[in-house]
């Protein structure tokens, strides 16, 4: 059986390909198509001559994600995997570059991209998935345009709060803990100190959530404001902003809504089942994650998700012991508003944060670690089907404390004993006599409770 591996470089309204064989010589050399309904057919007529002459082969494509570009290449290949032997795969643009820089290439040109998809799926098929199909385009789409929308208002805001310093400075302190819409409702009507202290108190009242009270507290505040900016261009600029951040709100919540009705998928249901994670949270963290069988185990998901720690060893210390967050910022950013959630209503996450901050970490490290427990009961909740229990959580970690481990003996030291005579740093010397020392006293017991070893 033969395997073929067609690489394939996107760019705007065309793509380069080129296909090795198993030993990266080329099958077929570069080719240019345009994205058209001509191109994606003369694409399919020559994989039907391939398989025409290898009848037994296997052909390997892939696309590097370019924002979208890919799609239509993506989609025209899983097309034709209902008649044609094919795998397609879409990789990290990071890896495949990774990849061409151990090949010391100097030029980059299209053709040479294409090259370079093509042995990446060749030297790197333990880290290549193949998918089928992307259930989640659409709803990964919609979910972009939310995130962005989102991304706007917080510059309105941004903006927003810079003007009001200098043109209603006292309004700042009603927006400690956000921007709410009383406040923006006002600012249409009364965008600076100067125009809000000429306002009678009825007209003040009119707007939802002001009392009367509320009212000539607001006034009488106005009066005595510090603002330094008083002229009507500021004025106008505040209220087209109030008005913009009012519209982003209202249009952010009509497509959370869409989303959420749109998404009736079981997943949803049963991460809602962990409480503190919500209809767009879940929605959110399933659009990350996509198919739960991609991660072969909760490290690589953590992995993926940039909470696994990294640490650097060099001559006698450890250094730079933290949280990697490499990958996508999004999915952590999305794991961190349901931790902060569940440590204040989730007792099993609000038991684990109090127990770490008892043992001496920071707030944040805390944090860091009850992220990484949500992540790994979101894991199983989606590899076993089931719904949330914190029981089975509690009866895993009981059983982790029974579970021994001795300590062994260190690899690294296997063809020679540390040697005291050896001109090493104080440091290392120090590190040296305290694992002598854990060889002995550092046995946790078994799971058969075997009593520790005699030091005698």
Known sequence: MSNYYLGIDVSKGYADFIMLDEKKQIVEPGFQLDDTFEGHSQLFDFLTKVFKDNQDATVHAAVESTGGYENNWFNALHKFQEQLNLKVARLNPKGVNHNSKAGLDRIITDKISAKNVAEYLIA???????????????????????????????????????????????????????????????????????????????????????????????IGQAKLSVASVTDELAADTIMVLASEILRLENLIAQQTKLITEYCPLPEIDLLKTFKSIGDFSAIGLLIEIGSVERFRSVKHLASFFGLHPV?????????????????????????????????RHNPLIKEIYIHNILKGKTKMDAIGVCMHKILRIVYGMLKNNQAFDPEIDRRNREKHLHTITVTQENRSRRFQKN??????????????????????ENIILNKNNFPPLSLN
């Not at 510059?155 to 309004?171: A, G, I, V």
């Not at 650097?312 to 961190?336: A, E, Y």
Request: charged share 25%; hydrophobic share 35%; glycine share 4%.
């Open 124 to 218: 790197h098929s333990e880290k290549v998935s193949y998918q089928s199909f992307d259930y989640y385009y659409s709803l990964r789409r919609k979910w972009k345009f939310i995130k962005s929308l989102v991304k706007e208002k917080t510059k309105f805001l941004n903006q927003l709060e810079k003007m009001l310093y200098e043109t209603n400075t006292e309004m700042l302190t009603y927006c400690k803990d956000g921007v709410c819409q009383w406040i923006l409702k006002l600012l249409q009507v009364f965008p600076t100190a100067a125009t809000l202290a000429e306002a009678s108190i009825d007209k003040v009242a009119e707007i939802p959530y002001i009392s009367k009270n509320k009212a000539s507290e607001l």
């Open 419 to 440: 040697d005291g005579n050896a001109p090493i740093s104080r440091r290392q010397n120090i590190k040296r006599k305290e694992q002598k020392i854990n060889q002995y």
């Open 311 to 343: 640490f650097k060893t060099s001559g006698d210390g450890t250094k730079c012991v933290q949280m990697s967050k490499q990958g996508r910022k999004q999915p952590r950013v999305i794991l961190f508003m349901v931790t902060l959630t569940a440590i």
